[in-house]
């Protein structure tokens, strides 16, 4: 892999709480915990440890993850604030908030990014 983009936006999902109970054993297949934390910016979110977000919420995720990148605001969807949303995974256990962080750098698409020199 070679990354040669720095991305416009950082994006940070933690695991907020449960729907069912205070743990995740028989419900959530990734064994989420209170306090988990992914990050990533284009790619998949990974945690401290290496490992990858649920692929369901993965799915939930990337619309939204897009949305942000296009100029959007999560406030029109739901979130907490323009950069904030509680999501629940497609399983209904596990609650997440996806917090992005603006770089500073230039959009992909509106930077020319994607055209050749």
Same mark, same amino acid.
């Given at each position: 892999? &070679? &990354? ?74 739901? +979130? ?23 770089? +500073? &750098? ?12």
């Amino acid at each position: 892999m &070679k &990354k040669w983009y720095d991305e416009e936006y950082e994006f940070e999902i933690e695991v907020t709480g449960f729907l069912h109970g205070d743990h995740t054993e028989r419900y959530c297949r990734n064994g989420e915990e209170i306090g988990d934390k992914y990050f990533c910016t284009y790619g998949c979110p990974v945690n401290k440890n290496g490992y990858g977000i649920c692929s369901k919420t993965m799915m939930m995720l990337y619309p939204i993850m897009e949305a942000v990148r296009s100029g959007g605001d999560m406030t029109k969807i739901g +979130g907490d604030s323009k950069y904030t949303k509680t999501i629940v995974c497609p399983d209904g256990c596990v609650m997440f908030r996806l917090t992005a962080k603006p770089t +500073g &750098k230039e959009n992909f698409h509106t930077g020319g990014f994607w055209k050749e020199p």
